[in-house]
C-alpha cells in the first residue's frame, strides 16, 4: 500500500457513504418506509458501525481492484468501463436476488438498481480520476 492508494481509499469511503446517503437515505427513504422491511431509523443508528465498516471494505476493494489493472489510456473511459463492470458483478445481481427473496416492490428495485448502478459509474470515474495518468500499481 503506498500513498496515493491510502489517500484514494479514503476519498472512496467518502464517496461512497455520500452515494449511500443520497440514494438510500434520501431518494429512496419514502419507498423503503412504504415496504416495512427496513429497521426502525433508532434501531438502524445503533448499526451504523457496520454500515461504516461495510463501506470501509467497498471502497478499499473497489479501489485495490481499479488500482491493479488501470492502464495508460483515457481515465474517464476506463473508470466508466470499470463501474459498469463493478455495477454488473454486483449491483444488478444484488437487487434482482432480494427482489426474488424479499417482498420488494417490483419499482423499488429498479430504482435501485437504477440509482446504484448510477453511483457505481460515478465512483468508477472518481477512482479513475483519482488514478489519471498511471498505469497498475
Known sequence: MN???????????VAYMACGIVVHGVILKDDYAATGLMRP???AQK??????????F????????????VENKPWLGQ???FGLAVAFLAVIPIYTIYYVVQPTPGELAVKQIVFDTV???????????????????
Open 47 to 56: 448499526l451504523m458501525h457496520l454500515m461504516i465498516l461495510a463501506h470501509v
Open 3 to 13: 500513498k496515493k492508494f491510502l489517500i484514494a481509499w479514503l476519498v472512496m469511503f
Open 58 to 69: 467497498l471502497a478499499g476493494a473497489f479501489t485495490w481492484i481499479y488500482a491493479r489493472g
Open 119 to 137: 453511483c457505481t459509474l460515478i465512483l468508477g470515474a472518481l477512482v479513475a480520476f483519482l488514478y489519471r495518468g498511471q498505469s497498475r500499481a
Open 79 to 81: 473508470g466508466l468501463r
Open 41 to 43: 431509523e433508532e434501531e
